[in-house]
DNA sequence: GCATTAAATAACGCATACGTAAAATAATGC
DNA sequence: GCATTATTTTACGTATGCGTTATTTAATGC
């Protein structure tokens, strides 16, 4: 779970492999369910197979992908179920975040990219700027659980969210306004500048169940079985 | 985290080098702190590079080592701090598994192996063989999380517990005699088994949070700041 | 046409080679 | 002796080649 930077200068190739290929994936361009040789993404990444095959073992250890000899990489299909295991862990960490960010006492200071995030939140959705409120939504629960303080904790919610990513994306339009999510953090920030940890992590909790079930409901109805 | 066998007949090189480093991680044998070369363990190992490599970014990636060119991959020691943060995901993704276990209403049968640890954890507590009790011990957490049904909880789990298991089994005779897990598994088996979700979260939560202040004491008392 | 066997092709894991950059060592100057 | 510079050595990331094995294709027999 360190962060490692191989060299000093750029990125090494097999760093650019995973970043360009987790990129790719969450924004579908390999779509979920496909199957790609090696030697088809060494091609289309302009490397050779080292790289690729050591970008592709750490995305397989992050949820993204399955190594399949001889049938090629495959990118994971996100069902319904999954969410529903997804969302459950990300509650769970999420709402640790929350409960001992309330607890930490932080100073205002230390709240402001929080606040600046939740206040993005409600400008976009003032405007109904989808896109923008989504960007602003993930900043808000990133720097929750960056303010919680457990970097574990932290790198888990960014490898389930990137497993999630692509079936928020799909749905960003489908949801209803999101006023109850605004809602929601605002109610989180309070609770954490009050040092209450028990109603952060209460809310925090809520919040979650919520879009869960939102979610989960959005892609039965719609019949997006595996995105 | 699918697992992925790369070789029907027998595991692969790569495979093997990540069992086997894992294996001198966890026994210390690759103590805690210590760089090595690549070509080192390619040595060690009897393989080329280019498998050790490989197992060596997915180790990195469950976070038991951290690859650091030119200065070698340092296996990664756990402080009390890191101990802080892997009981508090564990707590909470167990927490989360002993609701579902509970709400799941699990027949007898499926409580099977549960059930056969805990008679373990108590055979070996009224024979003192700390060692039996440390294995029965995990095979409880292990079977309570996969009776939690969800997969990737348990993968963490299972990340998590690699990382504390060094700290565990060095302090595994310093401790007090285990009588309170025991009573506390034998609580969380019975509301399980009563279907009383509430209470198997609240006393498995109070079984992690004892455990966890005990093992942080053991470790300031002795001091043994990374193990 | 279908099933079986044989042959060809291709994907893979791995070992090795190589260029590069970092680290270590040696040489030089004050 | 210490700082600086030059040279040598080494570790690394990567590309490539190769043996093995799985898959595909072709040939054969009924």
Redesign the interface.
Known sequence: ??R?V??QASSSTAQRAQTRLRDMILAGELAAGTDHLESELAERLEMSRTPV??AC??L????LL????RKGVRI?PVSPADME??Y??LT??E??AAR?AAEAGLPERALAPLTRALDDMETALAADDRAAWADADQRFHHELVRLGG????MD?VEM?SDQVARARQTTLYMRPAPDRSNADHRAVLDAIRAGDAGRAAARHRAHRQYAKAMLIELLKTHRLSNL
């Open positions: 779970m360190a490692n191989r060299h095959r050591e073992v750490l397989q250890g992050r949820g399955e190594v399949r000899p994971l295991e997804i459950d862990v769970e960490l709402t640790l001992k457990n970097r574990r904790a888990i389930m």
